[in-house]
């Protein structure tokens, strides 16, 4: 099955700086690449995603980069903000026993330093 | 409406107990699933309905036990649990069980087994 590397594990940045989390996965099949941001007490929330026939998506101050060859895609933040500060999680859809899957990564903790 | 509602909210139960989890959604999204988070881990999924039938059962013990009344609901009834499975219990919906468009996350509910 499909298995999602993602790094670092916590990251700090000053305001105002960005932030990139890295993750790689494993099957060369896997076409849908979701973000979520997790804060503390909710649920997951999209953030944003990129699908495997496009390489670089943008959102404002989040953008993110697919490298279908290397097998790695990037999340970058610009101008961080206070209110970024949660865990991000990177996915990817693969399909598995007949059925579409989302396998998430391990998470990064990111801390916005006011 | 754009939301995963979920209820109750926290949940502390005995290991005698039998207890619901309840998952409502009006944004008539085919797929909803099942995920179990425990801290500083990401989701992992337990259950995917596709059009109100169960598709995919992640090898669950059988002390839990799902159920799709309708296109709107899914409900995790709780049995004879064991306090490993304590953690936050994250439903979620998508249009589809490809799970195009990402998936919506509700806010979970905190379970505690004593």
């Known amino acids: 099955g499909e298995n999602v590397e993602q790094h670092p594990s916590t990251l700090s940045v000053q305001e105002g700086d960005s932030a990139v989390i890295k993750c790689t996965y494993s099957?060369?099949?896997?076409?849908?690449f979701p973000w979520y941001k997790q804060e503390l007490g909710k649920g997951p929330q999209l953030i944003i995603d990129i699908r495997s026939n496009v390489g670089e998506k943008k959102d404002q101050r989040i953008a993110v980069t697919l490298n279908k060859t290397a097998k790695h895609f990037s999340l970058h933040i610009t101008e961080t903000q206070p209110e970024d500060s949660a865990v991000y999680f990177c996915a990817a859809r693969s399909y598995s026993g007949g059925y579409q899957k989302v396998t998430f990564g391990i998470g990064t903790k990111l801390q916005v330093i006011p | 409406d754009t939301e995963v509602t979920q209820t109750p909210k926290h949940l502390v139960m005995g290991m005698t107990n039998k207890k619901s989890l309840k998952c409502e959604q009006h944004m008539g999204h085919r797929a909803m699933y099942w995920y179990k988070q425990k801290a500083k881990k990401p989701p992992e999924l337990m259950f995917v309905y596709s059009y109100e039938k169960l598709s995919i059962n992640e090898s669950v013990p059988s002390r839990f036990s799902p159920e799709c009344p309708n296109s709107s609901l899914l409900n995790l009834h709780l049995h004879a649990l064991q306090p490993e499975d304590s953690a936050l219990y994250l439903c979620?919906?998508?249009?589809?069980?490809?799970?195009?468009?990402?998936?919506?996350f509700g806010s979970g509910t905190r379970l505690t087994v004593v």
């Open positions: 099957d060369s099949a896997s076409n849908y």
């Open positions: 979620a919906s998508s249009q589809d069980k490809s799970g195009g468009g990402g998936y919506t």
